[in-house]
């Protein structure tokens, strides 16, 4: 059910505060640089702050009216009018952009808390947190764009944050190189969304959501079906999914906070939003939805299968991500049936997701910046605090009864069955498993750095002290922890979340999956209990040697990330290295030797008659005789 905008009035018409004042507060911190360093920081949590009062006030609004009244719009401006492509900068208000707003803006503003202790030692940290307001701002637009093309203007935006937060120590080669590898990739989604709006307007002569929706009902199947793999395209870029997902892992360069953020919040959820938002799309076009499925599913077996042989404890959680937004995408792919769900789990993603890696930021502090698990053990006496939140949010990422991950992720799984044919067998099946994978590998990061014997030094060069960190840090990360224990179940009451959003999901279609749901409960369960038990006994009862030992070749392919940026060096960058080496000796062999050799001929003709120049009366007479002559002969010829 698509229902069409109203024009928006109250406190949802202010909805365009929620984007410009945090835009403001970057540009404000950006001119003023390291003269704002005393305060600069805290007007950085008072914009994201600002932010999530304005979509408070706005979502408060929404809520106590009905689901005709729920979808609003307010116009700014016409942007692009009197053309054909007539474009207003609007935004579009209902409950699945309202959901983002108060995700991106409540953990963006713990977030943003947090940075101000974990940042405080940083030279930059006014132009940080200049980075953050912008990456809330750009995300903000994003999610309320109206159009196509204002969301275009947002996602590039956050391409652009996200290249200067994951480089923002770009003093270190590697670092600058993984922000440079994020923006790549990234612009090879992007070429996704440019296809499928120039593919919208030649095909709708619009690009808003309205006008699309109107008039896909009518559209051929071939048109739906190619804007909807332009999409995906897009998608995959954004949200780090099978094939563009080598540069997540490298992201972890950027400082912690800025993990949490992309990976909770902003950046690799905008795929999900973007396919959840264009199901008008996908409702008339089978093979592009079936698509979205199965390179959710790709994802999230890939994700699962690198993160449970790395031992970096960022790069762990990094592929978790990944393989946490393919449910997210594999359930987008269900339709109906599935696009509800894959919001929800979006939702208590986000929360326990930011925790974790708050989580290994303070981790990350009291081991002198140390990520390699191997090199932990026995830290949950050091840090109490920060094991306790950690721990619910392992425990609800790998779906622990009745806390958030075991509502959203469970109702995937179910949704995964639904069908006829291979797909509910196949989508289902991968979905159980990686349901035990998830809590094998989340689990030996869990017992690696917080049990077992402990396997740091106290003396020497490489002396670690482990302390808990600052309240700064542990209130985020306690406030999140809550989250993760109980969001899943206020959400999950009455089912409330889905109910609400209905107006641009439609109404979830209850279909019996092809095993009966206690069975997919207790087979879940199970495989959850054994992946904690085969992560206790290798991890906890038995020592952890503290190099990575030799290994088969399929865990040394998933330290290795499965060979990803092999596979794209291969296929991608060394042909077009051949490419443009090609093209270079090309035109320096072939079009500028033509060039210099025609010069050179024109120079020698030159030189030869700058030489019949020579000042003599009678050479000039002998070469006007010799012109009348040859004048006369072909005179002659001509006439024979």
């Known amino acids: ?37 005393p305060w600069g920081h805290w007007l950085g949590v008072a914009a994201s702050a600002g932010a999530l009062l304005v979509g408070i006030m706005a979502a408060l609004e929404l809520f106590g009216r009905g689901a005709s009244e729920r979808v609003q719009n307010v116009t700014l401006y016409q942007w692009i009018p009197g053309t054909d492509l ?57 999610v309320l764009g109206n159009s196509y093309l204002v969301l275009f203007v947002g996602w590039e935006g956050v391409g652009l944050a996200s290249y200067l937060l994951i480089g923002f120590w770009n003093h270190v080669p590697e670092y600058a190189t993984a922000g440079k590898k994020a923006f790549i990739m990234n612009r090879v989604g992007d070429m996704g969304m440019l296809l499928a709006m120039m593919t919208m307007f030649a095909s709708f002569g619009t690009v808003s959501f309205d006008g699309v929706a109107g008039e896909a009902g009518s559209a051929s199947e071939a048109t739906l079906t190619a804007i909807g793999i332009f999409l995906l395209i897009g998608a995959a ?38 396919m959840v938002r264009s199901n008008f799309i996908y409702a008339g076009a089978e093979m592009a939805q079936l698509l979205v499925a199965i390179v959710g599913v790709i994802t999230l077996i890939f994700g699962a299968i690198v993160g449970s042989a790395k031992d970096d404890m960022k790069k762990v959680l990094a592929a978790s991500t990944m393989s946490q937004i393919g449910y997210m995408m594999l359930a987008a792919g269900l339709g109906p049936v599935g696009a509800a769900f894959a919001i929800f789990h979006l939702v208590t993603h986000g929360f326990f997701k930011a925790g974790l890696f ?55 799984i179910e949704a995964a069955f639904v069908g006829e044919g291979w797909r509910p067998w196949v989508f289902g099946t991968a979905t159980l498993l990686v349901a035990g994978l998830t809590a094998f590998y989340m689990s030996r990061l869990f017992f690696m750095v917080f049990h077992g014997t402990p396997r740091w030094s106290t003396e020497g060069p490489d002396a670690r002290h482990p302390h808990e960190s600052s309240a700064l840090m542990t209130i985020p990360m306690i406030i999140l922890a809550v989250g993760s224990v109980g969001l899943g179940w206020f959400l999950n009451a009455g089912d409330r979340f889905v109910t609400f959003l209905e107006p641009v999901t439609g109404a979830v279609e209850h279909h019996d999956p ?93 030189r030869s008659v700058g030489k019949i120049q020579n000042g003599y009366a009678r050479s000039y007479a002998g070469l006007m005789a010799l012109g009348v002559v040859i004048v006369i002969a072909l005179a002659l010829l001509a006439r024979i």
Request: aromatic fraction near 10%; hydrophobic fraction near 55%.
């Open 86 to 142: 007539d474009v207003e900068l609007g935004m579009r208000v209902d409950p699945l952009s309202i959901t983002f707003v108060l995700l991106v803006t409540f953990v963006g503003t713990l977030i943003h808390i947090y940075s101000v202790a974990y940042m405080s030692h940083d030279r930059d940290r006014t132009r940080f947190f200049a980075y953050l307001n912008l990456f809330v701002a750009a995300m903000l637009l994003l």
């Open 1 to 37: 059910m698509n229902v069409n905008a109203i024009e928006a009035t109250g406190n949802v018409s202010l909805i365009w505060l929620a984007v410009a004042i945090p835009l403001v507060s970057a540009g404000v911190l950006l001119v003023l640089g390291r003269r704002a360093r």
């Open 358 to 412: 708050l989580g290994a930021g303070s981790v990350m502090h009291a081991m002198n910046d140390d990520v390699d698990m191997r090199r932990f053990g026995g830290l949950w006496k050091h840090m109490k605090i920060t094991w306790a939140t950690f721990g619910l949010g392992y425990l609800a990422i790998i779906g622990f009864p009745f806390l958030s991950g075991f509502y959203s992720k469970d109702y995937i």
């Open 514 to 606: 092809v095993i009966p749901i206690p069975v997919i409960i207790a087979l879940t369960l199970t495989l959850v209990a054994i992946g904690v038990a085969v992560a206790y006994v290798m991890f906890v009862r038995r020592d952890v040697p503290a190099t990575a030992p030799a290994a088969n070749a399929v865990v040394v392919a998933a330290r290795n990330d499965l060979y990803q940026d092999t596979v794209n060096e291969s296929l991608f960058m060394r042909p077009g290295q051949w490419l443009t080496r090609g093209t270079g000796a090309a035109d320096r062999g072939v079009i500028d030797g033509i060039v210099m050799a025609a010069a050179r001929s024109f120079g020698s003709v030159g």
């Open 237 to 274: 870029g954004k949200s780090a999914q099978f094939p563009l997902q080598a540069w997540l892992g490298d992201a972890m360069a950027g400082p912690t906070p800025v993990s949490a953020l992309i990976h909770a919040a902003t950046m690799v959820t905008a795929g999900v939003y973007l």
